[in-house]
């Protein structure tokens, strides 16, 4: 199965750009889905397929890819976004199994 | 819309069976989306655990296929999930989910339930 590296921890200051990055193999085929967790809550989704945001979602919030690297970028960062954002994608073998990434945690200054 | 909602005990003893139910309301656990259970140990990230369709096919990650079974009830409107042998490294809060599948954007996971902690302890 593959794997979907995140970095542990990025830092913005409010109202400035952030991007988080997916790297993985998997991501040569699919797309990545993205998932924001806070504390204590279950994770919801904020971006799936090329750049769709679910109703409710901010247009803050918009993902890209290049390769083998997923990015989801928060334009204008505000402190609730601060929280644990997960990317996921299928498996490179191409079969349902998913994987999620190793998760970015987000700290607004 | 679709709601979810995990049930089951929170404490499971050594080497025993992790039984939750995943209760959907708001719509149809028969519609054309597959369901999916997710968990997250104690301060660490999600792991899939494995998926089921309104028709019982499944698949299952393989680092828990053995362990694993999920089954749906129709007449319930909801599905479950089974874990057996577990240690302590199965403890962890424990999410049901629905799965989207998308020939042009892919895959995604929504809703998901609130999570129900699972802890593996005698």
């Known amino acids: 199965s593959s794997e979907l590296t995140q970095d542990p921890a990025v830092s913005v200051a409010l109202g400035q750009t952030v991007r988080i990055t997916c790297q993985g193999d998997?991501?040569?085929?699919?797309?990545a889905s993205w998932y924001q967790q806070k504390p204590g809550q279950a994770p919801l989704l904020v971006i799936y397929?090329?750049?769709n945001r679910p109703s409710g979602i901010p247009d803050r919030f918009s993902a890209s890819s290049s390769g083998n690297t997923a990015s989801l970028t928060i334009t204008g960062a505000q402190a609730e976004d601060e929280a644990d954002y997960y990317c996921n994608s299928r498996d490179t073998s191409g079969n349902h199994p998913y994987v999620f990434g190793t998760g970015t945690k987000v700290t607004v200054l | 819309q679709v709601q979810l909602q995990e049930s089951g005990p929170g404490l499971v003893k050594p080497s025993g069976t992790l039984s939750l139910t995943c209760a959907v309301s708001?719509?149809?656990?028969?519609?054309?989306?597959?369901w999916s259970w997710v968990r997250q140990p104690p301060q660490k990230g999600l792991e899939w655990i494995g998926e089921?369709?309104?028709?019982?096919?499944?698949n299952y990650n393989p680092s828990l296929k053995s362990r694993v079974t999920i089954s749906v009830d129709k007449s319930k409107n909801q599905f479950s999930l089974k874990l057996s042998s577990v240690t302590a490294a199965d403890t962890a809060i424990y999410y049901c989910t629905r799965d989207w599948n998308d020939v042009s954007e892919g895959d995604w996971f929504d809703p998901w339930g609130q999570g129900t902690l699972v802890t593996v302890s005698s």
């Open positions: 089921i369709s309104h028709s019982g096919s499944t």
């Open positions: 708001g719509g149809s656990i028969s519609s054309t989306n597959w």
């Open positions: 998997s991501l040569r085929n699919y797309y």
């Open positions: 397929g090329k750049n």
